[in-house]
């Protein structure tokens, strides 16, 4: 069964600490792995994606990793701020094409305090 | 910022009222989807749709439906709310990347309350 697994379910940390988000996949075949953020009450919104060549990405504070053969990816926050507080989500994808499906992880609920 | 809307932002309803979600995204994008969320749960996909005057279910089942007259506008439509459609509901638009990868983009949601 094609599943994504996200943890921590919750984490909590002082502003201008590191965090690191781990998710675990299952899916096959397997296309590109994508994080991410959403703002309570808001959509989602694309922080960075992954195909199967890339190790790691970073976009700003965000470095994404991925792991293919362990079927294993990572967010690392850098000198977090208030506005990271957010939910985290790892969408895996089984296909490039428009026929592809994505995989929702449950998300990582991030609070940052001050 | 995805230009990508959805109206109303949030709705409290009574059993058995006709509800209509709206949500229309400016991109020119062909392909859509409506999503439902639970808190602290994945999104599950209910509709998508490739272009105008095409509709198909998802992967969660839903008692609602949808209709694709515009390539901008993809309404959703509940006949009958009860109070198992309470949750939020998520519009999202996608295109083609440059090696074949979708880019979804997400509206707001809508936050439904049946009572």
């Known amino acids: 069964k094609n599943q994504v697994e996200q943890s921590p379910q919750s984490l909590i940390i002082l502003e201008g600490k590191n965090c690191t988000l781990q998710c675990n996949y299952t899916v096959s075949p397997f296309s590109n792995l994508r994080w991410y953020k959403q703002d309570t009450g808001r959509g989602p919104v694309s922080l960075t994606i992954m195909t199967f060549s890339e190790n790691t990405k970073s976009n700003r504070r965000y470095t994404a990793t991925l792991d293919a053969d362990t079927k294993q990816s990572s967010l690392h926050i850098t000198a977090s701020q208030l506005s990271d507080s957010a939910s985290y989500i790892c969408v895996v994808s089984d296909r490039g094409s428009t026929l592809g499906r994505l995989y929702f992880g449950r998300g990582t609920q991030l609070t940052v305090w001050p | 910022e995805a230009d990508i809307y959805q109206t109303p932002r949030y709705l409290v309803i009574g059993t058995g009222k006709k509800i209509t979600l709206e949500c229309s995204q400016t991109?020119?994008?062909?392909?859509m989807y409506w999503y439902q969320q639970d808190p602290g749960m994945e999104l599950h996909l209910i509709h998508y749709s490739y272009g105008v005057n095409s509709t198909e279910k998802g992967d969660l089942s839903s008692e609602s439906t949808v209709s694709r007259i515009r390539t901008e506008h993809f309404p959703l439509t509940l006949e009958s709310a009860r109070p198992s459609h309470t949750s939020q509901y998520l519009c999202?638009?996608?295109?083609?990347?440059?090696?074949?990868?979708?880019?979804?983009?997400f509206g707001p949601g809508t936050r439904l309350l049946v009572l």
């Open positions: 999202a638009s996608s295109e083609p990347g440059t090696s074949g990868e979708e880019t979804q983009y």
């Open positions: 991109m020119g994008h062909d392909k």
